[in-house]
């Protein structure tokens, strides 16, 4: 189980991890931090020695009633980091967090590799095409509505039956674009209750029937901090708890703030397993 990042193909039959750079003032865990060049490099750096295969890099926030940043702006925020990064490690596979077709093709031509969409494609309706024709790999993950509205979309008839016909119908269009690479995220925290986050964790494996590389991004949600009765802050053991379950259940990429301690728990995933 392939995908092809510029060139490089990364086998992700063994689990991989992607460390999140957020470029938004307004993130729910560490938005505003990542803002001048020092503390950026420095950040990617970290995440880099500590074995991150991607770099998911971001600049609009999408937590639940997040503002709302126009084109030009999230271009503003973004382009300049990926001119930094491709220059500083060239080596790089950057991630491009943007449910925008502009966007990801914008930073796609700097050198970025793959596109992180939380829509789908449903909040831009060229973006198919344009990943398509770009030839980049395909993050689609499961969200309805839109970050200001999606807490109130989460009526659902069978969660992971209704999970599954969703990406059913995106699959089938992307593939009859031609886009090659896909890889799924389920949304845990997008249009889900904090039931429905732990339900679809319990059902993980049930998304092998689509034979695609499957993300999960837990970290340091609210599912696991209001369960705790705790904070983000205070979420990382919660987070490396859930993300060997995920792990145990089929994930091939963990979205993680917090490097090290997940791709510790991919190698203890790795001994189980062998």
Do not use: W
Request: proline share 3%; glycine share 6%.
């Amino acid at each position: 189980m392939t995908i092809n990042c510029k060139g490089k193909l990364i086998d992700l039959s063994t689990p991989k991890v992607m460390g999140i750079l957020n470029v938004t003032p307004d993130s729910f865990y560490d938005g505003g931090y990542y803002k001048d060049e020092s503390n950026i490099i420095n950040q990617v750096q970290k995440m880099l020695d500590d074995g991150a295969t991607f770099i998911d890099v971001g600049a609009y926030s999408s937590k639940p009633n997040a503002d709302e940043v126009s084109l030009d702006e999230e271009l503003q925020r973004i382009l300049p980091i990926i001119d930094l990064l491709t220059k500083q490690f060239p080596d790089i596979i950057i991630s491009i967090d943007t449910f925008r077709a502009e966007v990801a093709k914008q930073c796609i031509e700097k050198g970025a590799a793959l596109v992180n969409d939380i829509s789908a494609g449903h909040l831009d309706g060229k973006m198919l095409e344009t990943v398509a024709n770009i030839n980049a790999p395909y993050i689609m993950m499961h969200m309805r509505g839109t970050p200001k509205t999606m807490q109130q979309q989460t009526d659902y008839g069978n969660l992971l039956k209704d999970i599954l016909f969703y990406f059913s119908e995106r699959i089938t269009s992307a593939r009859a674009l031609g886009i090659k690479d896909i890889i799924i995220d389920p949304g845990f925290g997008f249009a889900k209750t904090l039931e429905q986050n732990f339900e679809l964790l319990n059902q993980l494996e049930g998304f092998k029937i689509t034979d695609l590389p499957l993300l999960a991004g837990i970290s340091r949600k609210s599912m696991i901090y209001k369960t705790l009765e705790t904070s983000a802050t205070e979420a990382l053991n919660g987070t490396t708890a859930l993300n060997m379950i995920a792990l145990l259940k089929g994930a091939s990429i963990l979205r993680v703030h917090d490097v090290k301690e997940a791709v510790e728990c991919v190698t203890l995933f790795n001994r189980l397993k062998n």
